[in-house]
């Protein structure tokens, strides 16, 4: 089983900064994926950004520019820099990682962290 725990959420202004922070814990062989998912009150579950192994980083277009996912995969960890917020990114972000625990494969979630961008 692997857990995922996320810390950073909070209120900021728009044009402000946040930085998400997620680390993998439990019966992991390898990660293959790690990155960030939102879902906004009223919408659906959106991709934010995800780091594939040590190949290949995906951005929403909203994040490109904005956002920049980070991982360091010795220690479990994804983080995300959210730079220029606004309003829209109001959300619930939530962390998810994939990959083989024990020979079998897995994918998690991780509880959300509220972000909220309001003046």
């Known amino acids: 089983q692997v857990q995922l725990v996320e810390s950073g959420g909070g209120l900021v202004q728009p044009g402000g900064s946040l930085k998400l922070s997620c680390v993998a814990s439990?019966?992991?062989?390898?990660?293959?994926?790690m990155g960030w998912y939102r879902q906004a009150p009223g919408k659906q579950c959106e991709l934010v950004a995800r780091a594939i192994g040590d190949i290949r980083i995906d951005y929403a277009d909203f994040a490109e520019g904005r956002f920049t996912i980070s991982r360091d995969n010795a220690k479990n960890t994804v983080s995300l820099q959210m730079t220029s917020l606004k309003p829209e990114d109001t959300a619930v972000y939530y962390c998810?990682?994939?990959?083989?625990?024990?020979?079998?494969?897995?994918?998690?979630w991780g509880q959300g962290t509220q972000v909220t961008v309001s003046s």
């Open positions: 439990g019966s992991i062989r390898v990660i293959w994926a």
């Open positions: 998810r990682a994939e990959g083989d625990s024990r020979g079998t494969g897995f994918g998690s």
